[in-house]
């Protein structure tokens, strides 16, 4: 079926227009203020059903280091800092331990998308080893545990606590931690790994109080309701339940077939369908693990599979999957043109035809898996990377069960919730539960999605400083705040598909610092303003964001549509890519120059 879809020529044109229509159907006035947050709105609907919530008497010491959220960022920068010597650190986490999104999200068939050997940190330094090339959350989940145990970061954490305030004491060169268990500690330095998606949301719809059956977010799955557990024991409470689940991004790929297998009846609520390309997941075997690991063999891994997204020439693809596919085919069209047609333009031509081709061979996926009708409203209609791309065996397959039901709702979405279940298409659904796969908040103000704010030096704050867009030398320090560290992507190697290996080099830049600092005796280091500022200039010669153009189907990759105005200038990465960031970056480790910064 691929290759039929590949034999016949892509009306490029008509393709566009089509994209087009489909995106305009979509568009609304509200954008994300379509969205509650579920925390605000719903604070019963938001409670840890996970880890019951334990007393304890607030802290009023001092750390070294206290790092915010304790997922893959607070746990790779504590390793690290843990391996330059750093005793006292740290970890604030608002979860019951660490994992964050790990953490939170334990919905059936919850696994990893981007290969587990580069993408689960630190295997090297705790002997693990993958269970599967996509490893299934509770592996995750554990392995986080087992970073903070490897590297002793339980005994100083506080879970179950949100920080409130940050407030940099110069006098004493320390950060005032303030929290919402009562404490107000100090620590040297700070760091923040809040998350790029941690907010849950909702869809803004009316009635969505008046449901009397059950209703949860993915990320606060109730399997005292429907049984079952995250590792994939059937879920016995809803062998006589009609199920809706509202949503079809990357999350509701995975639950779909989960509780197509385990619910009564499962109706599935679709405004925009996800590009469901093949997973290929397969256990990993220790002989062939032993064979190509060695000293150093993570970072190589993580190295090659950037170097296959990015725009180099890779002899070898070592993660050989769906990521690398698409950069796989973009380059098989480079190497076709003829040298004087490999122009800047040229290049977004091959892109654009590679992308043709590799969405042909989705939509005729879902043709031949579901078929009839329920196959043609599977189809997406938008460039690849318009929006999260999804892989998975199990998800088209679920539709040709007859207790799965696909409503699509043409681009409207649910228009309202009842006493007893969904409306769509002016149609009323009765169900017992009602499942929102509606996402997390994104391209909200950074201090509103972390819940606090900063007040770094002469009173300043980070919203304000940061109120025109981000500021940052190396997406990682920032003026006005010293001995804080941002660890995230952006001004980094933002739109990298494997966020944890920005993460865990972050975490090498950090540790590189503080152990320097503590070295020579440094009360503070802080990026200057003018490395700050060239920093941005040489970012913006760079194409800027190249996620969520507003000419993709509404998303949180595009503000829903419209766009992130001039903050989304700032959200760039290195103008050569994730590969250029960390070459850039790791010539200016070696260097032990610190460039940039200022120690005092
Ligand atoms: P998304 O924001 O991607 O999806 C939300 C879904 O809710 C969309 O399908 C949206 O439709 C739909 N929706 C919103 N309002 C309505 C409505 N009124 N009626 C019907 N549908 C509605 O959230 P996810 O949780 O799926 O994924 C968020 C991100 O989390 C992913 O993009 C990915 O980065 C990450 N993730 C990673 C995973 C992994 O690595 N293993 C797994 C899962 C998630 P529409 O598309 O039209 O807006």
Same mark, same amino acid.
């Given at each position: 079926m691929a290759s039929e879809a590949l034999a016949a020529p892509v009306d490029k044109e008509a393709l566009r227009r089509k994209y087009a229509e489909e995106r305009d159907k979509r568009l609304r006035t509200d954008g994300s203020a379509q969205y509650v947050r579920l925390e605000r709105e719903y604070s019963d609907l938001a409670v840890d059903p996970y880890t019951p919530r334990k007393e304890r008497a607030p802290r009023t010491d001092h750390v070294t280091f206290a790092f915010i959220g304790g997922g893959f960022a607070g746990l790779v920068v504590g390793a690290r800092l843990k391996d330059a010597g750093i005793n006292d650190v740290r970890i604030i986490e608002k979860g019951g331990d660490f994992g964050g999104t790990w953490y939170w999200n334990r919905y059936p068939g919850a696994q990893c998308d981007t290969a587990s050997m580069i993408y689960m940190p630190l295997l090297e330094e705790t002997g693990h080893m993958p269970s599967e090339k996509y490893a299934h959350a509770p592996e995750i989940r554990d392995h986080c545990s087992r970073i903070g145990e490897t590297f002793d970061l339980y005994d100083n954490a506080l879970f179950h606590t949100q920080v409130t305030d940050l407030e940099w004491d110069a006098g004493r060169s320390v950060w005032i931690v303030r929290t919402d268990r009562g404490d107000e500690f100090t620590a040297k330095y700070v760091g923040m790994g809040t998350g790029p998606l941690h907010v849950a949301k909702l869809p803004g719809l009316p009635g969505i109080d008046e449901f009397r059956g059950k209703s949860f977010h993915t990320s606060r799955w109730d399997y005292e309701y429907t049984g079952g557990t995250p590792e994939g024991d059937p879920m016995t409470g809803l062998a006589d339940k009609r199920v809706a689940i509202i949503g079809t991004g990357a999350t509701a790929v995975q639950v779909v077939p989960n509780v197509s297998r385990d619910a009564k009846e499962l109706y599935v609520f679709q405004r925009t369908p996800s590009s469901v390309d093949e997973r290929n997941n397969k256990p990993l075997e220790r002989d062939w693990f032993d064979e190509v690991t060695g000293p150093g063999w993570q970072k190589k891994w993580q190295e090659n599979f950037v170097a296959n997204l990015g725009v180099g020439f890779p002899a070898e693809d070592l993660v050989d999957d769906g990521w690398t596919d698409l950069g796989k085919r973009i380059r098989a069209q480079v190497i076709d043109m &003829? &040298?004087?047609?490999?122009t800047p333009e040229g290049i977004m031509a091959a892109f654009e035809d590679a992308d043709n081709q590799k969405m042909s061979e989705i939509r005729a996926r879902a043709e031949a898996i579901v078929g009839g009708e329920a196959g043609e409203k599977l189809k997406a209609w938008y460039r690849q990377l318009c929006k999260r791309p999804c892989f998975h065996d199990e998800y088209l397959q679920a539709f040709t069960r007859p207790n799965t039901h696909l409503v699509d709702t043409d681009g409207k979405g649910v228009e309202r919730i009842t006493e007893k279940g969904v409306i769509a298409n002016g149609e009323e659904y009765e169900v017992d539960c009602i499942v929102y796969a509606s996402g997390f908040e994104v391209g909200t103000d950074f201090h509103d999605r972390a819940g606090f704010d900063v007040t770094g030096r002469d009173g300043q704050k980070l919203s304000d400083y940061w109120a025109g867009g981000m500021r940052s030398l190396h997406g990682l320090h920032v003026h006005g705040f010293p001995n804080m560290f941002v660890v995230q992507q952006n001004q980094a190697a933002a739109f990298i598909a494997n966020y944890p290996h920005n993460l865990v080099d972050h975490a090498d830049t950090v540790a590189c610092i503080v152990k320097h600092a503590e070295g020579e005796g440094h009360a503070s280091v802080e990026p200057s303003a003018e490395a700050e500022q060239a920093w941005i200039d040489f970012l913006l010669t760079g194409p800027g964001a190249r996620l969520g153009s507003t000419e993709c189907t509404p998303g949180y990759y595009n503000n829903e549509g419209q766009g992130y105005g001039e903050q989304e200038r700032f959200a760039m990465g290195h103008p050569a890519g994730a590969q250029g960031f960390f070459t850039h970056i790791d010539q200016w480790r070696k260097a032990g120059t610190f460039e940039g910064l200022e120690f005092s």
């Open positions: &003829p &040298p004087e047609q490999r």
